[in-house]
């Protein structure tokens, strides 16, 4: 079958993304197609921004109809595991339990680095008292409240001379990534925080929050205050570890790349279903993200990773294989993908972790 298809001018075409062309006789003519697959992507809204992109710049090919949604990394991980989506994006490895949800429901998944990001932690843009904070005052802030502890409720709580205000926190909801990679780093363990903030998991919504309310203090993607750092302050964070980074570090492109801005430097995901990348389109439309991500993820504020780890990837995908780097034990707090992948062995627990033939 002969196929014409018009490109837009702005997308790299590679090899095999021609050849998914061929293989599914898709005709572009005047911008209608004969046939659009639809593939679906969900979760993190950390990744969503590198995602849409992609998804708009792929839809020009007329290979398939890319939609994108945002449940959270945990609520990507649910639809993935049920197969109700093709690939998901998710701001922390995969945990034990969800692992375990993909193996019941038969779904193999093969784990896909992206980029790395830092968690920027923001203020309102008339915040003039704080300028860094330490791990210790965030665990203060963030940690749930114990017979013992005295509960952070105003500025002054943290420092004399600070305004006696009450602190208003904003932060990811429990499906989040983020909120998990946050709360693992700082309070010790995924998901343990105080209750009282306003969540959402839409970092825009946060955002928002923050820009409009002058005690307010949040979290979420880097990249979020970078298109929005008009109307937020950043804040550096101090590990006191000086082998990171004397004093407080804030995040930028170079402190997340060599790694000083911690613990709040992760890397970021997607996750392919196997069977369903063996669809040609599902194939082509990854084969384009590990291609053109690192560009877009440079352009929206994240950080790419090293050239040989982009070689290591693709070859993960190609290969087929299953498992993940971390172990599948979720959230890793200071561990680079360059470290894990110096030891070519992976752990492989269950059969979801095999590789497979395409």
Known sequence: MTSVVRLSSTVVVTGFLLAAVWTLGVVVVGGCTTRRPVIAVDGSSTLYPISEALAEEFRDFGLAHVTV??????????????????????????RPSEASDCLAHDRDYIELPIAYDGIAVVVHRSNTWVDALTVDELRRIWSPRTGTDE????????????????IRLYGPGLDSGTYDYFTKAIVGSEGASRADYTSSEDDNMLVRGVAHDPDALAFFGLAYYA??????????????????????????LETIRSGSYQPLTRPIFIYADKVQSRRPEVRAFVNYYLE?????????????????????????????????????????????VEQLLAHSERGRPDKAMAPATW
């Open 69 to 94: 949604g945002v449940s959270g990394t945990g609520g990507g991980f649910r639809k993935f595991c049920r197969g109700d989506v093709a690939l998901i994006g998710a701001s922390r490895p995969i």
């Open 151 to 166: 509960r952070v409720e105003r500025w002054s709580d943290l420092r004399p001379g600070w305004p006696a205000r009450t």
């Open 227 to 252: 298109e929005n750092r008009d109307k937020l302050r950043l804040i550096a964070i101090d590990d006191n570890d000086d082998s990171n980074g004397v004093g407080p570090v804030a995040p930028s």
């Open 292 to 336: 053109r991500g690192p560009r877009i993820a440079s352009e929206i504020g994240y950080v790419p990773l090293p050239f040989d780890a982009y070689v290591s990837v693709r070859h993960d995908f190609w290969s087929g294989l299953g498992g993940s780097r971390f172990g599948g034990q979720g959230s890793t707090i200071g561990v680079s």
